[in-house]
């Protein structure tokens, strides 16, 4: 029996998330060890993995034609961009930058942290209390809040990123921060938080009733 509640969906839930925890905790580590230990180098990146959007000016798209078969390329690109510079000479940009990389990081690991609470209080049968409800809007508000964090951050300007010369080249770049998932998962979570906020009350009257 308990061999079968060890292989229970609940349980791998929890493995899963431990084991995210455990991972994502390492990689901050490595990654945090990383930037202090660059900071007082000549060439260390300044800004790390920001998402853009690079289109060019000129056409919407390339359009050109193969056999029976008119094909459109859009003339943008989606990806993220790194700035190598001396950390020393831009300390403020340095600081912005990482901090913004770091708190995602961070909020995404205080979630991992709370779903690996929430299923093993799952594994072992204790679905309906208050510390799940509470689980679930602490995952909730946490990724939700973060996402309107960066949504409110791209309506400022950004260190270091405001004058690149990609106009100069015939391209526009948009710079933006993208957390969409978060946003999503935190409402689903907040909507649990709820639905199991209201199977408590139920499974507490059934408890008085019997």
């Keep these: 029996m308990k061999l079968k509640n060890y292989l229970s969906l609940s349980y791998l839930v929890y493995f899963l998330f431990v084991v995210s925890f455990i991972v994502m905790t390492g990689i901050i580590g490595y990654l945090m060890f990383q930037n202090i230990m660059g900071y007082s180098e000549k060439s260390h990146a300044i800004v790390y993995s920001h998402p853009i959007i690079l289109s060019s000016d000129q056409d919407v798209f390339t359009t050109f034609n193969q056999d029976d078969l008119t094909i459109q390329l859009y003339n943008s690109n989606r990806g993220s961009m790194m700035i190598f510079g001396k950390p020393k000479d831009h300390v403020s940009a340095y600081l912005y930058h990482n901090f913004v990389y770091f708190f995602e990081k961070f909020s995404l690991l ?11 209080n799952f594994a072992h049968n204790n679905y309906f209390n208050a510390i799940n409800i509470r689980f679930f809007f602490l995952i909730g508000w946490t990724l939700f809040l973060t996402s309107i964090f960066y949504e409110v951050l791209n309506l400022f300007p950004k260190p270091l990123l405001t004058d690149l010369p990609f106009r100069e080249k015939g391209f526009s770049f948009y710079k933006r921060y993208t957390t969409d998932y978060f946003m ?23 408890k008085l009733t019997v």
């Design 184 to 206: 999503t998962i935190g409402l689903i979570s907040i909507v649990f938080g709820y639905v199991f906020k209201e199977a408590t009350r139920i499974h507490e009257e059934q």
């Design 110 to 120: 205080c979630a991992l942290f709370w779903g690996s609470l929430l299923f093993r």
